[in-house]
């Protein structure tokens, strides 16, 4: 799907849906902002509108179409044949979490931000781009002014939209507190196991994000003005703060899992404590019943006894009581 709207510098709508070949005279036109968005665009209109329209770099071109695993940021200044005006190409990622699957997906946007225009390309839907873009155009607050504000709205939408997502990733983390104390299988310590290696996984998604983010805070690039650079560092605070919360979350799920590992370690050490104890209280009538039990006669006349057997049986009843009331005095069982 492709989108394309004009502002005004007072951040007014003046056309949307433009026809293609009206976008090189918008271009020239220094009263306006022009923002087009590229939503699954096929080949046909990424070719048309990055290299026919914009004149882009191919390697910026090139770095857009495909999918990269790390967020980045690139100035790119023209030089002597080159067709482009000075622009910033960046990548960032938006991520959304699944308690069904308990796995965070990423989904890539791309930038490419110049004085008076900004291409927004992304493969999937994203939330951000359609909140901006229908405050842009419906809300009075007029924030399309220029494209380093619209950039802004962008990536403060899509670093809000983590808040959903680690909301969710909240809940299964307190949902795993409660099945740790009450189950202890391995299926409670498969979700453990694996909703920490999400939140790590977060935590790097998180990491390279800030590392660009905070080249805007710094007020690093000419194009982004100084004015609106705070509200970059406003974003930049945003998403450290999801790292701290990232990394606490991390710091639980290890608590969650030492717990589990004391439960059942307590539990093995129950078990082999009950059946240590059912081996000593057994042990006076195995050794009393193996002494009878062999086959010999000659060194023991008490087989020949009318009451051996009763004496027997009552050597292993009173030396069976004796080890347990030995036991119990010693507080064991």
């Not at 940021?73 to 979490?97: C, N, R, S, W």
Request: proline share 5%.
């Amino acid at each position: 799907m492709i989108r394309s709207f004009a502002f005004t510098t007072q951040g007014r709508l003046h056309s949307k849906d433009l026809e293609p070949f009206l976008i090189p005279s918008l271009l020239t036109d220094t009263n306006l902002f022009f923002w087009l968005d590229l939503e699954n665009p096929t080949p046909g209109e990424t070719k048309f509108f990055l290299e026919d329209v914009f004149h882009f770099h191919p390697l910026s071109i090139e770095d857009c179409v495909a999918e990269s695993p790390l967020p980045k940021v690139e100035e790119y200044q023209p030089k002597e044949g080159d067709l482009f005006t000075p622009y910033l190409f960046m990548v960032i990622h938006a991520v959304d979490y699944s308690r069904k699957d308990g796995v965070f997906a990423t989904s890539e946007m791309n930038f490419f931000l110049g004085k008076n225009f900004l291409v927004t390309y992304h493969t999937v839907p994203l939330k951000n781009v359609e909140t901006v873009a229908e405050v842009a155009v419906k809300s009075n607050v007029h924030i399309a002014r220029a494209p380093d504000r619209v950039a802004y709205a962008l990536l403060d939408a899509l670093v809000d939209n983590y808040k959903p997502a680690l909301d969710e990733l909240s809940m299964e983390i307190a949902g795993l507190e409660n099945q740790v104390l009450q189950h202890h299988g391995k299926e409670v310590l498969n979700k453990i196991v694996q909703t920490k290696k999400e939140v790590l996984h977060l935590r790097q998604i998180i990491g390279p994000q800030m590392g660009v983010l905070a080249r805007f805070a710094h007020g690093e690039f000419k194009l982004i003005r100084g004015h609106i650079v705070p509200y970059y560092r406003n974003v930049y605070d945003a998403l450290f703060h999801i790292s701290e919360l990232a990394q606490n979350y991390a710091d639980a799920l290890t608590g969650i899992l030492q717990v589990y590992l004391n439960i059942s370690s307590n539990q093995t050490g129950e078990v082999v404590k009950f059946l240590t104890i059912i081996t000593v209280i057994t042990t006076p009538v195995m050794i009393v019943g193996t002494w009878y039990g062999m086959n010999y006669t000659d060194q023991m006349p008490e087989l020949h006894s009318r009451y051996g057997y009763y004496w027997a049986l009552g050597l292993m009843v009173i030396s069976t009581l004796a080890t347990v009331w030995w036991m119990r005095k010693k507080r064991w069982i």
